[in-house]
């Protein structure tokens, strides 16, 4: 009997390190001096009810050790890991926001770019990281695509990552030099029908709901353009300034900048209305262009396996940052509407978001490796 207790409480002993050393439960052996018959009875009890014990212990100190854990989060640096280089939409929306986070949970939140492989090298990266809240992913509709668009992609939307939060939403924007010889969409089409060969167009990365929003117009306007994929918005801008493309297909975040200082010519987007800063710039229904709307959103996801007491910290946080004039108004200027949808409103976009692309990639043929 006296090895029956012992037993009890190294089992109990070892179900309180499980839970991280937070438990209040202490087994104690006691020597009872009991019959045989009675020690068998209630060995054979503890026996039984023994999981059940267990199981509750530890389901008890866990939550207790993850509320512990979010109270105390973030105790150093987060590092938000963005799918697209700097000067992007996807980058200018992370810093703004990591920068009023960082101050709301007074602690920095580290920008690092990895922008390249239709947002897989970011996710990938985010995968890899220890899923301690400490390592999230920054990127754009290009969540949403990957998956559809990559014959063996690295990562299940679904699977592997838990949303945190939207920031905003932007329609995406064709752009041109302002004296590159294609003033209006309808200048686009008619070039582009005159020679199939012409016109080559940008974009901050294969896959991106930018060139799919391009592939679309294709679709749509019976014409060819050929697809130039940049890992970012700042390369393919510079692509368009220095005349080595005709068009650049982007986000408006990744642009406004540029169209506000006069050095690209806005001739169409893809929203369901005009953008109230850019009064004279017609939507693609309005151009006569039909079923080509659609946006780009930029979010904040984190590996599934964070635990979600700290998810819920970092949403709760962000959607209170997005509520802030300043942070509205800086993400307005960079052609961001702020959405502040949490998890939840992320987690429906997604799901609607990835058949819909799916069915304009199989439609436009775009393939990757």
Known sequence: MEKGWKNYSIAFARARSAAGGDAR????????????????????????????????????????????????????????????????????SSRIVGKYLGQALNQQFVID????????????????????????????????????????????PFKDFVPVVEFGASPNVMVVHPQGGIHTVADLIAQARANPTLISYGSPGLGTTPQLAAEVLKLRAKINMVHIAYTGGAPAVQAVLSKQIQMMSASLSSVMPQIAGGLLKPIVQTGKERWPDLPNVPTTTEAGITDAVSDTF??????????????????????????????KDALWTAGLKVTAAGPDA??????????????????????AE
Request: aromatic fraction near 6%; charged fraction near 20%.
């Open 113 to 156: 770019n990895r922008g390249g492989g239709g947002g897989m090298i970011a996710a990938s990266a985010v995968m890899r990281a220890k899923p301690d809240g400490y390592t999230l992913l920054s990127s754009s509709s290009i969540f949403v695509v990957a998956p559809s668009l990559y014959k063996n992609p690295s990562y299940d």
């Open 346 to 367: 992320l987690r429906a976009r997604i799901a609607q978001e990835v058949p819909m692309w799916r069915d304009v990639i199989e439609k436009s043929g775009i393939k």
């Open 298 to 327: 930029q979010a904040l996801f984190a590996p599934a396996a964070v635990p979600p007491e700290i998810v819920a910290k970092l949403a709760k946080e962000a959607i209170a940052v997005l509520a802030q004039k300043e942070v």
């Open 25 to 92: 439960i202490i087994a104690q052996s006691h020597q009872i001096r009991i019959t045989k018959k009675a020690g068998r009875d209630m060995q054979n009890l503890f026996a039984r009810a023994l999981p059940a014990m267990l199981a509750v212990c530890v389901a008890v100190c866990t939550a207790q050790s993850g509320a512990a854990r979010a109270a105390a989060y973030p105790e150093r640096p987060v590092t938000m890991i963005v799918a697209f280089a700097a000067g992007g939409a996807t980058d200018i």
